[in-house]
């Protein structure tokens, strides 16, 4: 199944799936501010757009789906309509956006949706071309149930999805295969059933540091979970076994890489 029939598909569950989840917004706003200008990677359905907009930032939104987009767009037609927001198909697989953005934010896991060390890189680099000097790049980065939680490979796990009074039976699996965490989803409701499957490429906190690295990002910082309080300089001794975000500067110039400004 392409890429697109995939969001095709998961648009119409998305915000059942992950429309309540709020964790991370505290530090997207404590990142964020009204003077800056924001970009957000992988938004959806606007679930981290409608948290900065309420802030009062100046927002754009991209994605790869129209149907998610098209979504964001109803959700959010009073900002667009008011000018503080846009929103945007494209890939930074592919190319960089010509404007430049004080933080750009890859939200929900959307990095490790990149399935090569090179898609990576050349996302990266993308990336770094519409990030403003001195602006700062954001990756919420997931670690795999298999690997948090051995004895659920591989198996089946149900639940149930409510939302304004829809309701939707979820059947869901997880196995790694190498790296890459295969996920087998089977939504279903009064009409419709739908198995969706998705492959996300784990990254650790040595690889998301040296992939940065390698792209021209300096001042990485890392911390578990969502707790801002606790970011940090990428040590020597960093494991991985939880999900985490990693935050890097581009250097204003070639000069100034060898600064280590604080990125909070």
């Not at 969706?196 to 578990?224: E, P």
Request: hydrophobic content about 35%; some cysteine; proline content about 3%.
């Amino acid at each position: 199944m392409s890429s697109q029939e995939t969001y095709k598909r998961f648009a119409r569950y998305y915000d059942l799936y992950v429309g309540n989840f709020k964790a991370d917004l505290p530090l997207y706003r404590s990142l964020c501010a009204p003077e800056h200008h924001v970009l957000e990677i992988g938004c959806g359905t606007g679930r981290v757009l409608r948290a900065l907009l309420e802030e009062g930032c100046r927002v754009t939104g991209v994605d790869v789906s129209d149907d998610m987009l098209r979504v964001a767009e109803a959700k959010l037609c009073e900002h667009l309509e008011q000018g503080k927001l846009v929103l945007k198909n494209h890939d930074f697989r592919c190319a960089p956006l010509q404007e430049q953005y004080d933080r750009i934010l890859v939200t929900f896991f959307t990095f490790n949706y990149l399935l090569t060390a090179s898609e990576q890189r050349q996302f990266l680099l993308n990336v770094r071309q519409s990030l403003a000097a001195n602006g700062v790049v954001i990756l919420d980065l997931f670690y795999p149930q298999p690997l948090a939680f051995p004895a659920t490979s591989d198996q089946w796990q149900e639940t149930v999805l409510q939302a304004d009074g829809h309701q939707v039976a979820l059947r869901q699996k997880r196995r790694m295969i190498g790296n890459i965490e295969e996920r087998i989803q089977i939504y279903a409701d009064e009409t419709h059933q739908d198995e969706i499957v998705t492959r996300r490429r784990y990254v650790s906190k040595k690889q998301a540091d040296a992939l940065l690295a390698q792209t021209g990002f300096q001042s990485c910082q890392v911390t578990n979970g969502y707790t801002v309080s606790a970011f940090r300089p990428m040590g020597k001794a960093e494991t991985t076994d939880s999900a985490f975000v990693c935050m890097a500067r581009k250097p204003a110039s070639q000069q100034t890489r060898s600064s280590t400004p604080d990125l909070k």
